[in-house]
């Protein structure tokens, strides 16, 4: 059987992102049968209709087309102000818009990582509200919540703790069935 494609999306932008090194991580706890990779949304304009409708900026396109193509997505969701980073919004946005959303019966897989104790508790459940309807069909469990984020990588941004490298493991081969659930018959 073919491998199970899945696609990496971090909403946050900045170099030295936590939740890009958990995603990173996950390439190396993925389980039999299951490949992935990561795509950035740094380039992505921030949405406005009239510029989708004049024609999609590359970097849109490109996104759309990937998760179009994507098995499944995963998604790694630092939490701004008790919510998504504008950034994760903006790329949820602009693969949204019909014709041929790209969340339609997409299967997605969330995790999120910060830096206080409760490891984005709430964006995961903003998240989870928003692609529910757009008829992306989220895994509900296991939840992965990364809380106290800057201890558990080292400098390099390797995920040293073993409990959240079991989590992230779990969250995987969890997703992998999910994905395999959820497909649409054509
Ligand atoms: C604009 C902003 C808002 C934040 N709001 C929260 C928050 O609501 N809850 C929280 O746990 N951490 C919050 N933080 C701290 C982030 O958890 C921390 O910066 C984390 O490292 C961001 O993820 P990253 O490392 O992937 O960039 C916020 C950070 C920023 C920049």
């Known amino acids: 059987?073919?491998?199970v494609k899945i696609l990496?999306?971090?909403g946050s932008l900045r170099k030295a992102s936590l939740n890009m090194a958990a995603l990173r991580a996950c390439?190396?706890?993925?389980p039999s049968g299951m490949t992935m990779r990561i795509t950035s949304i740094a380039d992505l304009p921030m949405f406005n209709q009239d510029v989708f409708d004049a024609g999609l900026p590359e970097p849109a396109r490109r996104l759309r087309a990937e998760i179009a193509e994507a098995d499944g997505v995963l998604l790694a969701c630092p939490e701004y102000n008790f919510s998504l980073s504008g950034a994760l919004k903006n790329a949820i946005d602009w693969a949204s818009r019909p014709p041929n959303q790209a969340w339609q019966d997409k299967p997605?897989?969330?995790f999120s990582a910060t830096q206080g104790p409760?490891?984005?508790a709430r964006?995961?459940?903003d998240v989870r509200r928003i692609l529910v309807q757009l008829w992306a069909h989220v895994l509900p469990r296991p939840e992965v919540f990364i809380g106290m984020a800057p201890s558990k990588f080292d400098a390099q941004g390797k995920l040293t703790d073993e409990n959240t490298r079991k989590f992230l493991a779990d969250l995987l081969t969890g997703f992998k069935p999910w994905i395999e659930r959820m497909k649409v018959k054509k």
């Open 8 to 10: 990496g999306i971090c």
């Open 123 to 125: 964006v995961q459940y």
């Open 27 to 30: 390439n190396e706890l993925l």
């Open 1 to 3: 059987m073919a491998d």
């Open 108 to 110: 997605v897989a969330i």
């Open 118 to 120: 409760l490891g984005g």
